[in-house]
């Protein structure tokens, strides 16, 4: 167990707001929409209960636009992803939400195919 205070937080206001439009659309976008936030759930009570991404993997375009120095990954059902990185001080731990996709579009988005 985490001794520190742990949030889950969106890289930025669009973000946040797709995930928020997704409960009030089709079966799908719902589901997706309670698919994470169980994934968050999950961060809240540890943060690093996703797989690592090594740094050779990590997109480019996610070290230029938000210098991150860490990247994971959490399984989501329906073979969804999400992609986070972890800020970290004495005191608190905060998961950065930076996107979810798709198998398909994070295979894309990894350059996997």
């Not at 690093?48 to 990247?71: D, S, T």
């Given at each position: ?33 309670y698919f994470l936030n ?74 996997y195919n």
């Amino acid at each position: 167990m985490i001794d520190k205070e742990t949030q889950v937080v969106f890289i930025n206001e669009k973000l946040k707001k797709l995930f928020n439009d997704l409960k009030s659309k089709n079966f799908e976008e719902e589901q997706l929409f309670y698919f994470l936030n169980r994934g968050f759930e999950d961060l809240k009570e540890n943060p690093f209960c996703g797989v690592r991404i090594p740094k050779k993997l990590w997109p480019k375009e996610y070290v230029q636009k938000y210098q991150i120095n860490n990247l994971w990954k959490y399984n989501l059902p329906n073979a969804w992803r999400l992609v986070y990185t972890i800020e970290f001080s004495k005191i608190k731990i905060v998961n950065i939400i930076l996107e979810w996709f798709n198998h398909k579009e994070y295979n894309r988005r990894f350059r996997y195919n």
